[in-house]
C-alpha cells in the first residue's frame, strides 16, 4: 500500500462519508500553511498529504477502489502498465493505455474521467480548475468569498465606485475598489472575478461575491424603476399655482405646481427616476401643503372670510360602510 490515507486523516476503515468530510474539515484546517506561519514547509506537506487522502476517500468510487487494491486511482498502471488498471486520453487503444489488465477505458479529455469518478473527483471542478501537474499534485481552485456591502442610496441611483475592506484568511485587510452599477437595487449581487481566496498549487483564484444593500435616504425611495418623494408647499403656493424647483438625480427639476392644488396631489416627470441601459424610471412628487404655525390678526380674518361658506362639502364622500 502507498499510502495509508486512513491513517492520515485519523479515521477508522469503518467511518461514513459524513465522518471523513468532517475529520479533513478539522485536519485541513488545522494544518493549512496560513496557520501554521512558525512551520510553514512542514505544516504545507501535511496539508498535501491531507489533501491527497480526501481527494480519496472523500469520493465513494476512488474509494472503493483503493478498499480493493490498496493504491489509489491516480496510481494505478504506475509501473509501465503492470497495475490492475491503465488509462489513455484522446481515444487511444486499449494497446496503448486506457486501464490495461481486464478492463480499459478511452477518454477524450479530463473532464470524461472526472464525470466517471463522480463530483467528488477534485470536488466537482472540470479540468480548468482541477489540473495535474505532473509531480502528484493537482492545483485547486481557490473558494469564492461573499461579503455584504451597503452603499448611499444616491450612489446606488447614480452609480460609481466604493471601496471596501475584506478580510483573507490569514487575517489581513485589503481595501478592493467596487465599481456601482447605475439603477442597482437592494439585495443584487456583484462578482468581482478572481478577487476570492487564492487557489492551491497553481490553482485559479475564488470570486469575490459581494451582496448590496441601499441604505435609505431621508426623503426619496424607490419602488421598481420609479422615485417617490414628498414635496412641501405654501399655502400660498396651493392656492394660487406657482413654479418651484426640487432636486433629482439629473440636477435641478422645474415643477409647475397648480392651482388650488390640495396635499396628496402627485406630479409627475417622466425620465427623472431609475435610469438604466434597459429602462428609465420616472419621479413622482407628492404635494405637502404646509400652513404657517403663526397668523397675524389679519390674516385670520381674511381666512375666516374665504372659507365662512365652502362653495361645495369637503366630505361628502366619507362613509363608514
Known sequence: MHNDYYKVLEIPKTATHEEVQKAYRKLARKHHPDMNRNDPKGAKEKFQKIQEAFDILGNPEKRKIYDQFGVSPDQMGSGGGQGPFQWSFGGGSPGSGAFRGGSHFNFENLDDLIKMFGSGFGNGQTSDEFINTGSGRRSIRGSDME????????????????????????????????????????????????????????????NLLITVNVAEHPFFRRKDQHLYVKIPVTLKEAVFGAKIDIPAPKG?????????????????????????KEEHGDLFAELSVILPKKWTSAEKELLQKITSEPAEPVRSELHWN
Open 252 to 276: 435641478k427639476v422645474t415643477l409647475t405646481v397648480p392651482a388650488g392644488s390640495s396635499s396628496g396631489t402627485k406630479l409627475r416627470v417622466r425620465g427623472c427616476g431609475i435610469v438604466t
Open 147 to 206: 461579503h455584504n456591502l451597503t452603499i448611499p442610496f444616491v450612489l446606488s441611483v447614480e452609480g460609481g465606485k466604493i471601496d471596501m475592506k475584506i478580510r483573507r484568511q490569514n487575517g489581513q485587510e485589503e481595501t478592493v475598489t467596487v465599481t456601482i452599477p447605475a439603477g442597482i437595487d437592494n439585495g443584487k449581487k456583484i462578482r468581482l472575478n478572481g478577487l476570492g481566496n487564492t487557489g492551491q498549487y497553481g490553482g485559479k483564484p475564488g
